[in-house]
């Protein structure tokens, strides 16, 4: 079983960046496809980034293509999420996610571990 560790959560103005990372405990790391998950205050949690064991096949949504980038390290146990040119829409909690498997999965509901989350506001 794999323990999950989010940091770099914060308070920007639109516009700005941040990058999170998620440090992995416990378990294979390379062997788990991991995700950033993200729920807004009366919302359903939503995949905004996946990446696979390999780092080979990536995901993102539509609404977050091109501002954000995830990517992994799995000698340092470590998956990241770079979020540039931040939007107040942005604002939600990030919840890091890992899957027991080795292709991504786009729903939060395929996911089998999961991080406390981080918040991320984005101020107007």
């Known amino acids: 079983q794999v323990q999950l560790v989010e940091s770099g959560g914060g308070l920007v103005q639109a516009g700005g960046s941040l990058r999170l990372s998620c440090a992995a405990s416990?378990?294979?790391?390379?062997?788990?496809?991991m995700g950033w998950v993200r729920q807004a205050p009366g919302k359903e949690r939503d995949v905004v980034a996946a990446?696979?064991?390999?780092?080979?096949?990536?995901y993102y949504t539509d609404s977050v293509r091109g501002r954000f980038t995830i990517s992994r390290d799995n000698a340092k146990k470590t998956v990241y999420l770079q979020m540039n040119n931040l939007k107040p829409e942005d604002t939600a909690v990030y919840y890091c996610?890992?899957?027991?498997?080795?292709?991504?999965?786009?729903?939060?509901?395929?996911?089998?571990?999961w991080g406390q989350g981080t918040q991320v506001t984005v101020s107007s």
């Open positions: 990446i696979s064991w390999t780092g080979t096949t990536i």
């Open positions: 996610a890992a899957r027991e498997a080795l292709g991504i999965a786009t729903s939060s509901v395929d996911y089998d571990y």
């Open positions: 416990g378990g294979t790391f390379s062997v788990y496809a």
